[in-house]
């Protein structure tokens, strides 16, 4: 079976800046990829290629160029090289989609409970960088609607503006009723971030992500070996794409968890390989979407739901745009529906 491949661009109009340690977003710029194959003439499958900018390791000035040059190569291919596509991440996790799109005819793409309707996907809710008040409203909000699990974006304010956000929410809210997460983006400098985990357990934090910034294995296998809370590594995992360098991060540095994105980690088969590394070491992992649009979104809760998960996973993140594209998905309380 030949396929034929075009890319579109579109850009995603946040309905709130999105604020990060690396940033605020206002805009996010995707490329909806259009599969299609004479197997079957009536369809195309439709995936999304969504890298983040200062984030993504395949992103560059000319990564628009790069992707258009991958779809033109790919032309008219009956077999698709996929570990050629490896330093390409996002565009690997199009590809896998729309795939699947294109093959099953739906964007349900595997019968389990979840893409029947029958059952949710539990995730964290996510409170983003802001002032104090405003990341207060945002906590005050998601604990209205009753979720079980929040993740906070942490590294931006004062931080001990950030320590009374925390402190807020264990007045009304113990460890056994609430799972509170953290996530630093690599934001604390290595003489302070002891000291900022030590006060931070004050708060039975279940988990921070990425404390501090990447590539420094050994400060962060002290960090994982000693920290009174539990060490998740995300950005750590960037730009590794084989797995030999998979095995090397998680021997040297042996975290607790690992939080896992099909656009920056490998698509669905680099994260699968991830998973299966991490499990044979009695490393924990969640998955989570990168900003991406229901079409990104859908395809990764549709995979999770194949996945035997027993942490509240981070695929929330689709709710966030004016003109997402239209998919039967909903948030409801702490968990994420598919509506057939």
Known sequence: MAYSLSLHPYTLLFKKPAGTSRGVYHTRKVWYLHLSSSDYPARVGIGECAPLPNLSDEFSPTFEQEIYALARSLEGTEVIDWSSLRSYPSFLFALETALLHLETGGFDFWDTPFARSEKGITINALVWMGDYDDMLRQIEQKLSLGVQCIKLKIGAIDFNEELALLRHVRRHFSAQELS????????????????????????????????????????????????????????????????????????????????????????????????????????????????????GLNAIAQWCATLSTTLPQGLGTGQLFINNIALPLRIEGDKLWYNR
């Open 180 to 295: 509170l997460r953290v996530d630093a983006n690599g934001a604390f400098a290595p003489k302070v971030v002891e000291e900022r985990l030590n006060r931070l357990s004050e708060y039975e934090i279940h988990s921070i992500e990425q404390p501090i910034s990447t590539r420094k294995y050994a400060l962060m296998r002290c960090l994982s070996d000693s920290s009174p809370i539990p060490i998740a590594l995300d950005e750590e995992l960037i730009g590794l794409h084989t797995f030999s360098q998979k095995i090397e991060l998680l021997e040297e540095v042996c975290p607790q968890f690992i939080v896992l994105k099909p656009s920056l980690h490998g698509g669905l088969r680099g994260c699968s390989e991830w998973i299966q590394e991490a499990e044979k070491r009695n490393i924990g992992w969640w998955i989570t979407s990168a900003l991406e649009s229901n079409i």
